[in-house]
């Protein structure tokens, strides 16, 4: 994994739980990373992000925290100064269903709990390295949700299959 110097970077954690926001904010700053702004209400931590917008916003997803409905007011509230900062949320929950929830709801990367220090890494670089096309929709604000490699990916004509399957049918 390539090597990147992050004391440049400002980060809003919104983290419901004293023990990971701490462990959070302790990770980042051996990052080197200067500025971290903590919050464990979504309301004050888009105050926050209203306020000085920042490179980077690591949400949890919780019960009794819903980072969904924070990022959707990140990705779609015209107050807010940076509706294109990368998201990464964070949650206990590894579930499929969960990923592509957040993944339609505007997140870049996702980083399941219990997590280390490599894994958040991991998800600054890939935020860094994997910057996606934004689109701005009726029904989405966000990241492309295709990854970068199936964007590129020539996929293959699945109306000319069914037209097969259907003329097979028909014979």
Same mark, same amino acid.
């Given at each position: ?14 983290? %419901? ?28 931590? =888009? ?19 819903? %980072?969904?409905? =924070?990022?959707?007011?990140? $990705?779609?509230?015209?107050? +807010? ?15 499929? +269903?969960? &990923? ?5 709801? %505007?997140? +870049? ?14 998800? =600054? &670089? ?13 029904? =989405? ?10 964007? +590129? ?9 069914? $037209? ?8």
């Amino acid at each position: 994994m390539k090597s990147y110097n992050l004391s440049g970077l400002n980060i809003l954690i919104l983290e %419901g739980s004293d023990l990971i926001s701490e462990l959070l904010d302790t990770v980042c700053l051996t990052f080197g990373i200067p500025i971290r702004r903590m919050a464990d209400d979504p309301k004050w931590a =888009f105050d926050i992000l209203a306020a000085k917008p920042v490179d980077i916003v690591i949400t949890d997803w919780a019960p009794g925290l819903d %980072g969904i409905q =924070f990022m959707e007011r990140i $990705r779609r509230e015209p107050l +807010n100064p940076d509706p294109y900062v990368p998201i990464i949320v964070c949650s206990g929950y590894n579930d499929m +269903n969960r &990923v592509l929830t957040a993944r339609d709801a %505007g997140m +870049n990367e996702y980083l399941v709990k219990p997590f280390n220090a490599k894994s958040i890494y991991a998800r =600054f &670089v890939a935020v860094i390295e994997n910057q996606r096309s934004f689109v701005l929709s009726a029904n =989405f604000n966000g990241p492309d949700r295709r990854r970068r490699g199936d964007a +590129n990916r020539a996929a293959p004509d699945r109306r000319r299959v069914a $037209r097969i399957e259907v003329a097979a049918v028909g014979a």
